[in-house]
Antibody, heavy 118, light 108 residues
Framework: EVQLVESGGGLVQPGGSLRLSCAAS????????MTWVRQAPGRGLEWVAK????????YYVDSVKGRFTISRDNAKNSLYLQMDSLRADDTALYYC???????????WGQGTLVTVSS | EIVMTQSPATLSVSPGERATLSCRAS??????LAWYQQKPGQAPRLLIY???TRATGIPARFSGSGSGTEFTLTISSLQSEDFAVYYC??????????FGGGTRVEIK
């Protein structure tokens, strides 16, 4: 059974940092692109970042470029999102998702909540 | 960036009736369009990709159509478990991958 379990969310002050993790199981992690998608409270979905199977390609939405870094450790079946210089508008539930054929998100975790507030 | 616009924002439908949801792209996305369903407190679920192909395990009452800039998700006979929010997503021109704002399907 495919499982994705996010962790690392919490309350952080503006300008602070957090590192999100996503533990994957039930599939060959190194075979898939992986992505982070976020959802602000009561709002829609926003794609944040994606990473290629071997980590050689990474892409970001403009609003997080230079502040967030996506990475992965295939030996640990884990995906990460390092978030620096956090702002109030980064407050959201952050989902990791497996990308089938690079762009289609066929399995999602349950999300980890990031709240940026003083 | 391709902007995806969904309409209506909320659709009130009686169980057993047909629901038709629309998604418009600000420029052509060919058929690189997916639909997701999200129920309260749950992660999204992939329903449709390539505009009209059902994902694994998705019931036949869900169908997608369209190409270019205009797309439709049809639920032929709404079941109680279908009341949810539906999002379209384009993956033709990226980054960024973009989602529509969602259509909430509620019980009439």
């Amino acid at each position: 059974e495919v499982q994705l379990v996010e962790s690392g969310g919490g309350l952080v002050q503006p300008g602070g940092s957090l590192r999100l993790s996503c533990a994957a199981s039930g599939f060959t992690f190194s075979d898939y692109w992986m992505t982070w998608v976020r959802q602000a409270p009561g709002r829609g979905l926003e794609w944040v970042a994606k990473i290629k199977q071997d980590g050689s390609e990474k892409y970001y939405v403009d609003s997080v470029k230079g502040r967030f870094t996506i990475s992965r450790d295939n030996a640990k079946n884990s995906l990460y999102l390092q978030m620096d210089s956090l702002r109030a508008d980064d407050t959201a539930l952050y989902y990791c998702a497996r990308a089938q054929w690079q762009h289609l998100y066929d399995y999602w975790g349950q999300g980890t909540l990031v709240t940026v507030s003083s | 960036e391709i902007v995806m616009t969904q309409s209506p924002a909320t659709l009130s439908v009686s169980p057993g009736e047909r629901a038709t949801l629309s998604c418009r792209a600000s420029q052509s996305v060919n058929i690189y369009l997916a639909w997701y369903q999200q129920k309260p407190g749950q992660a999204p679920r992939l329903l449709i990709y390539a505009a009209s192909t059902r994902a694994t395990g998705i019931p036949a009452r869900f169908s997608g159509s369209g190409s270019g800039t205009e797309f439709t998700l049809t639920i032929s006979s709404l079941q109680s478990e279908d009341f949810a929010v539906y999002y379209c997503q384009q993956y033709h021109n990226w980054p960024p991958i973009t989602f529509g704002g969602g259509t909430r399907v509620e019980i009439k």
